[in-house]
């Protein structure tokens, strides 16, 4: 079993842990931990995995998602052990199957426009900028919408890294270039 | 003519905020150049979605109306700007990638002197300072993260001469030009106040004392 496999099968673990518990902050911490890997490992299923851990951590703690029968978590939570028995094609296909089953129900109960999936991809994105990996890298790596992830970085002030400031050197080859 | 080398970022913080009749104020005397990748991103790409409708038209304007020109980005030089930054820093023995095409292809279309417009972070750290962004990676990551100076230097010989500026600039510079106050309606030290931070909180690489430094520098 190859190392990234085993760390996959961990995290799964723990999110089967989590969900069983209904423990959003543990699913949250999760998907943190599965975002860090693939930061540096880049495979699509820990991107997967920490987009619908943070999506069902959402799920967990919104009011509006209080009364959700059993089913849905029974069925994800089987969706997560056969991802864990797989190999890496089954797991990404039954990652896939967790977040088209949140994208149904947030088109059911959800009320905004933007579903949950989209927000666990703009979060993640944001989160891998903050890391340090460009706008594009970070975008492409979760599908996310660049746009969506520039307003968002926007409003945050923990991607503010001032470096050695260059800003009159700057400006000073703008107003050459521009007179 | 001079050149000016757009990435998506600015052009989609400039958009964002109504600002991009700026640049068609100041592309009378400047080129505002944008590579295939770019074009995607602000406008093939957009239409397929249905978040933000109007971008990709207002683009398409600019690029119909020759504002935004399209230019081609040397294939090899792009590689080799691609490989080399994916390759300076390292994490548990692995090099971490950074950077996509989009940003290899804008740095590859600059020649020395041509400046780079680009609001995001990323590449704007690596060219101009390598170990801050060393810096950056190994605290944001909570990890060590090593760095090959040999590729750093490889890599910089594709970044000198080459500047980056950021919307801030070009916003700086309408507004010492007049070009502001044809558009946004308010007492001047106002405008640029509000226009820099409608900015920043579009997703403009400035810190809150970046704002501040710049309204004592400009004219």
Known sequence: MGVEMKTIRILIDHSIDALKRKDALALRRVSADALSEAAIEGHRELILLALVDYALSKILSKTHYSNLSGDFFTTVEQHFRDARAGEKDDTIMHLEQIEDMVIKLDKEKGNYEANLIEKAKIKKASKLYEQGFSLRRASEMTGADPVEVLSYIGTSKIHEFRGHGKNAERLRIAREVFK | ?219
């Open chain 2, 1 to 219: 003519m001079k050149r000016i080398i757009c990435d998506s970022s600015s052009l989609i913080s400039l958009s964002m905020n109504c600002m991009l009749p700026l640049i068609t104020e100041l592309s009378q005397n400047v080129d505002f150049i944008i590579t295939q990748c770019v074009y995607d991103e602000i406008i093939t790409n957009p239409r397929r979605g249905h978040h933000h409708p109007m971008g990709p038209l207002k683009f398409k304007a600019l690029v119909d109306n020759g504002v935004l020109k399209i230019g081609r980005a040397d294939k090899r030089k792009t590689e080799d700007i691609l490989n080399l930054s994916n390759s300076i820093y390292y994490l548990r023995h692995k090099p971490l990638t950074i950077i996509q095409r989009g940003e290899a292809e804008a740095l590859a279309l600059a020649e020395k002197g041509e400046p780079l417009l680009m609001d995001e972070r990323t590449l704007r750290l690596l060219m101009e300072n390598p170990h801050d962004l060393k810096t950056l990676l190994q605290y944001r990551l909570h990890k060590g993260v090593s760095m090959n100076d040999q590729r750093a230097a490889m890599f910089q010989k594709y970044a000198d001469g080459v500047p980056v500026i950021r919307s801030s600039e070009l916003l700086a510079v309408a507004y010492e030009k007049g070009i502001l106050e044809k558009y946004f309606s308010g007492e001047k030290h106002e405008l640029l106040h509000a226009c820099l931070w409608a900015l920043k909180l579009r997703g403009c690489s400035l810190s809150s004392e970046d704002i501040e430094e710049y309204m004592q520098m400009v004219d």
